[in-house]
């Protein structure tokens, strides 16, 4: 298995298998067409998001990929830098799954997140994910609140 962070020449397999975690996390049926807007805010995203990927590639072929993005807010005493990150779109495709693949991945992303000064990791989490996530340290949490806005607001 090879482990790389993605730069813009991986863009067309990062947006492969965003798309087919998609389908899987939402019970999409796998010919399943995306809008062309949707796939374009997607590809919009990996080319100018601040946010680092993982790749994991067999032989070649993306068979699992995580996301780190990076949000800076305004310092607090618990988070001095302002740094903090979002773990997203961390997917291992079905045949791969329960070899240690998402856990490699998010440790990278964890090292890289240190290196850079974040403080705060946050990440939402599949009821299948939690177990990992939680033996990799991360803790649930209630403490935030959330307002979904409409795109059309």
Do not use: W
Request: with cysteine; proline share 3%; glycine share 6%.
């Amino acid at each position: 298995m090879e482990y790389l962070i993605a730069g813009k020449k991986h863009s067309k397999q990062l947006v492969q298998i965003r798309l087919e975690m998609l389908k899987k996390v939402n019970s999409l049926d796998e010919n399943y067409q995306f809008s062309e807007d949707f796939v374009k805010e997607v590809k919009k995203y990996f080319a100018k998001g601040d946010q680092v990927n993982i790749l994991a590639l067999d032989d070649g072929k993306a068979v699992g990929c995580a996301t780190l993005s990076f949000v800076y807010i305004m310092p607090t005493f618990s988070h001095p830098t302002g740094n903090r990150a979002h773990l997203m779109n961390v997917y291992t495709n079905e045949g791969y799954r329960r070899q240690g693949i998402a856990r490699h991945m998010v440790q990278m992303l964890i090292d890289i997140a240190a290196n850079r000064g974040v403080t705060e990791i946050t990440l939402d989490a599949t009821e299948s994910g939690r177990p990992l996530y939680q033996a990799m340290g991360f803790e649930p949490s209630a403490s935030c609140m959330t307002m979904n806005l409409s795109p059309n607001q």
